[in-house]
């Protein structure tokens, strides 16, 4: 989807939104028209950002993958529940803890359980019933079938509220440290991938991230629903202009070419 974003190193009076294509990934090389480059870092978490594009999907009538890209972010949130709450519990490096963790997340089912049956302890409450709606992405998946506009969006729907639930149940822990934590591994993977280029770092409405993984996201842009994302996507690309440099700027001693 497009996303577009303003240089941080153009002056402000010359305000230009530079478009950018994203997708999953978090991490994206930039270049403005002046020629300034940098890493762009999205803050948002993987599987929101797959949500995201499953919207943007959905938006341009792209039902079937739309369905797959929502999907897909649910059992990756799934995936990740457990290990949050490890981290709440005991807080150690992520890589570790994933690592520990990589048998019970190894397949989507597993994930699913774990995640699941981590709400009932948490909650005290009885597991969560999964509804039918895995028909409709299996239905996609296994038979090619292209799901009608209103079952992509009630499988978007159903996921986004799963996802609140789970996160609800979480929210009281102390989850600071993790978000932390989780920021870091980001930065050490720019620093891996690309060098030493400077980094700035931005997150954009998404939808997921707004249910409570980005404190302050829902203040920033207001929008908390899926009905208020898809509107903001039918009228075009996701502008910004809320950037943070993260790193040291050294526009002039970038060493690897981008
Ligand atoms: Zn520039």
Same mark, same amino acid.
């Given at each position: 989807?497009?996303?577009?974003?303003?240089?941080?190193w153009?002056?402000?009076?010359?305000?230009?939104?530079?478009?950018?294509?994203?997708?999953?990934?978090?991490?994206?090389?930039?270049?403005?028209?002046?020629?300034?480059?940098?890493?762009?870092?999205?803050g948002?978490?993987?599987?929101?950002?797959?949500?995201? @594009?499953? %919207?943007?999907? !959905?938006?341009?009538?792209?039902? =079937?993958?739309?369905?797959?890209?929502a999907?897909t $972010?649910? +059992?990756?949130?799934?995936?990740?529940?457990?290990?949050?709450?490890?981290?709440a519990a005991?807080?150690?490096?992520?890589?570790?803890?994933?690592h520990?963790?990589?048998?019970?997340?190894?397949?989507?089912?597993?994930?699913?359980?774990?995640?699941?049956?981590?709400?009932?302890?948490i909650?005290?409450?009885?597991? @969560?019933? %999964?509804?039918? !709606?895995?028909?409709?992405?299996? =239905?996609?998946?296994?038979?090619?079938?292209?799901? $009608?506009? +209103?079952?992509?969006?009630?499988?978007?729907?159903?996921?986004?509220?799963?996802?609140e639930?789970?996160?609800?149940?979480?929210?009281?822990?102390?989850?600071?440290?993790?978000?932390?934590?989780?920021?870091?591994?980001?930065?050490?993977?720019?620093?891996?991938?690309?060098?030493?280029?400077?980094?700035?770092?931005q997150?954009?409405?998404?939808? !997921?991230?707004?249910?409570?993984?980005?404190?302050?996201?829902?203040?920033?842009?207001?929008?908390?629903?899926?009905d208020?994302?898809?509107?903001?996507?039918?009228?075009?690309?996701v502008?910004?202009?809320w950037?943070?440099?993260?790193m040291p700027?050294?526009?002039?001693?970038?060493?690897?070419?981008?």
């Amino acid at each position: 989807m497009e996303f577009r974003y303003h240089c941080l190193w153009c002056p402000p009076s010359e305000l230009v939104l530079h478009p950018v294509f994203i997708g999953a990934d978090r991490a994206y090389p930039v270049r403005c028209a002046q020629g300034h480059q940098a890493v762009l870092l999205l803050g948002n978490a993987p599987y929101s950002l797959l949500f995201e @594009r499953g %919207l943007s999907r !959905l938006v341009a009538g792209d039902t =079937r993958d739309a369905v797959l890209d929502a999907y897909t $972010s649910f +059992e990756m949130f799934c995936a990740e529940y457990p290990i949050r709450l490890r981290h709440a519990a005991a807080p150690a490096a992520l890589a570790t803890i994933r690592h520990d963790f990589r048998e019970v997340t190894k397949t989507s089912d597993r994930a699913l359980a774990v995640a699941y049956a981590s709400y009932g302890m948490i909650t005290h409450r009885a597991v @969560r019933s %999964l509804p039918k !709606l895995t028909e409709i992405r299996n =239905r996609a998946t296994h038979g090619g079938v292209r799901p $009608s506009y +209103e079952e992509a969006l009630k499988l978007c729907r159903w996921v986004s509220s799963e996802l609140e639930a789970l996160n609800e149940a979480i929210s009281p822990l102390q989850h600071g440290a993790y978000l932390a934590a989780e920021r870091l591994d980001r930065l050490a993977e720019c620093s891996e991938r690309f060098g030493a280029a400077p980094v700035v770092e931005q997150s954009f409405n998404s939808v !997921l991230d707004a249910y409570g993984w980005l404190p302050g996201l829902t203040g920033v842009f207001g929008r908390t629903s899926i009905d208020d994302q898809l509107e903001a996507l039918k009228r075009g690309p996701v502008e910004s202009f809320w950037v943070q440099p993260v790193m040291p700027i050294k526009i002039m001693a970038v060493e690897k070419s981008l």
